[in-house]
């Protein structure tokens, strides 16, 4: 899954996947909480966007199936005040 690893309160997340089983059901957790269900394309692609949560510090993206609620994958944000958009997805500053 790729998606920006730092990001402020409140932040729209956008998330990208591939791989997966074409016309399967994708729900996408932030933390414990089902956030986002998406569909996965004929070309085994999705596509989603979550808000991260207001709390600050470290928090986990998983994408589940929904059929059985088995982690197909997943990824760590850090939720920091003032975190921009200045920095490009994968690199922390």
């Known amino acids: 899954m790729d998606g920006r690893d730092v990001v402020?309160?409140?932040y729209s997340i956008a998330l990208a996947g591939r791989n997966f089983e074409p016309g399967s059901r994708l729900a996408i957790y932030v933390d414990e909480r089902a956030a986002?269900?998406?569909?996965?394309?004929p070309g085994g692609t999705?596509?989603?966007?979550?808000?991260a949560p207001r709390q600050v510090g470290?928090?986990?993206?998983?994408?589940?199936?929904v059929a059985n609620g088995q982690i197909v994958d997943g990824a760590n944000v850090m939720v920091v005040p003032g975190a921009?958009?200045?920095y490009p997805a994968g690199r922390k500053e």
């Open 8 to 10: 402020p309160p409140d």
């Open 36 to 41: 986002e269900e998406v569909l996965v394309s």
């Open 46 to 51: 999705f596509a989603a966007q979550v808000t």
């Open 58 to 65: 470290a928090h986990r993206l998983t994408v589940r199936t």
């Open 84 to 86: 921009g958009t200045e």
